[in-house]
């Protein structure tokens, strides 16, 4: 089912998510539910706070679009270890309409359980590594436009007031 993905500044988006404790059929439905939406959206990744869902669990697909699906599910993600520094262009679903470049580690080492509840390691470089720090930091509050510099992020915030003003 494609559920509705919460936008900014939904307070929704800044609470902390909790740990799954155990992999039952509902989490293994919300996986479901958010694969769905993200490739509705059509985007690279969804952390389930964005459709108001506050468990750490993330869906990537970094594949192109001429390549087979490519579907990382990961459960109580934690990156282990990180290195190098990258500066690109980020957007997100939660934020439509605004990109801008953001500062994250070039490579991480990311651990997490699988839908099946085995413990999985990944070793990201270029896009997945953005992608897994950007939806992690959802599961923690954090959005992109928060590691922008202060008059970046206000320039923003004015920006997304007047939108929010327009469509009244």
């Known amino acids: 089912m494609i559920r509705t993905i ?14 799954i404790t155990i992999i039952t059929d509902s989490v293994r439905g919300l996986v479901q539910d958010m694969a769905e939406t993200m490739y509705a959206a059509p985007g690279v ?3 389930a706070p964005q459709i108001g869902v506050h468990q ?12 087979p699906p490519d579907l990382i599910v990961a459960i109580n993600p934690a990156i282990v270890h990180a ?10 679903l939660s ?3 605004y990109a801008a470049n953001v500062r994250r580690h070039a490579r991480v ?6 839908i099946d509840g085995v413990e999985r390691t990944w070793k990201a470089e270029d896009l997945l590594a953005i992608a897994f720090q950007h939806e992690i930091d959802h599961l923690d509050g954090v959005l992109f436009v ?23």
């Open 95 to 97: 934020v439509p309409d």
């Open 45 to 47: 990744g969804l952390a």
């Open 109 to 114: 080492i990311v651990k997490a359980l699988d």
């Open 6 to 19: 919460l936008t900014y500044p939904n307070p929704e988006l800044k609470k902390k998510s909790a740990a």
């Open 83 to 92: 290195e190098g520094e990258t500066y690109e262009e980020e957007g997100c």
């Open 146 to 168: 928060d590691h922008l510099s202060t008059l970046k992020r206000e320039l923003f915030q004015r920006k997304a007031r007047k939108a929010a003003e327009d469509k009244r």
């Open 56 to 67: 750490r669990v993330i869906v990537i697909d970094i594949s192109g679009k001429n390549e």
